[in-house]
């Protein structure tokens, strides 16, 4: 279920630096447990959301931010001042489509992650045992 009425979510980094909007939020939104993203969030895993490129807005701070290019060619996007995580893209990144760090968000949303993604390298101190379906892989992966 997408959000389909037109709001401006407002997001920021933790010092406020950096500050966005987004004007709608697509439905694909999950819960990242691969190896890269637990140890930049320092938690069990990284909630994205997508928003279409036209979607998503700096509005202030932009020159905050830097960026992280990981061995296999993903990037994240952070503040240089508080390090909160914002941005993650694929190598191969069109541009149509933003997946920011959901907990970014000030403003509240009705919808919810959908899925656990590379939980085969999942913390061994958490177990997801939550009704969303759980792939060891990407979203093609077959779900356990």
Same mark, same amino acid.
């Given at each position: 279920? /997408?959000?389909? /009425?037109? $709001?401006?979510?407002?997001?920021?980094?933790?010092?406020?630096?950096?500050?966005?909007?987004?004007?709608?939020?697509?439905?694909?939104?999950?819960?990242?447990? &691969?190896?890269? &993203?637990?140890?930049?969030?320092?938690?069990?895993?990284? *909630?994205?959301?997508?928003?279409?490129?036209?979607?998503? $807005?700096?509005?202030?701070?932009?020159?905050?931010?830097?960026?992280?290019?990981?061995?296999?060619?993903?990037?994240?996007?952070?503040?240089?001042?508080?390090?909160?995580? %914002?941005?993650?893209?694929?190598?191969? +990144? +069109?541009?149509?489509?933003?997946?920011?760090?959901?907990? *970014?968000?000030?403003?509240?949303?009705? %919808?919810?992650?959908?899925?656990?993604?590379? *939980?085969?390298?999942?913390?061994?101190?958490?177990?997801?045992?939550?009704?969303?379906?759980? $792939?060891?892989?990407?979203? +093609?992966?077959?779900?356990?």
């Amino acid at each position: 279920m /997408t959000d389909s /009425t037109e $709001h401006k979510y407002q997001g920021q980094c933790l010092c406020g630096s950096i500050k966005y909007e987004v004007t709608k939020i697509e439905e694909r939104m999950g819960h990242c447990h &691969c190896i890269m &993203c637990r140890k930049f969030h320092g938690a069990a895993f990284a *909630t994205y959301a997508e928003a279409k490129s036209e979607n998503f $807005h700096w509005v202030s701070g932009e020159n905050f931010i830097k960026s992280y290019v990981a061995p296999n060619g993903t990037t994240r996007k952070f503040c240089e001042n508080c390090g909160s995580s %914002l941005i993650f893209e694929m190598p191969n +990144d +069109d541009g149509k489509s933003v997946e920011f760090a959901l907990s *970014t968000l000030d403003t509240d949303i009705s %919808l919810k992650p959908d899925a656990h993604i590379f *939980t085969k390298y999942g913390a061994s101190w958490y177990e997801a045992n939550d009704e969303l379906p759980n $792939h060891p892989e990407g979203r +093609d992966s077959q779900p356990e």
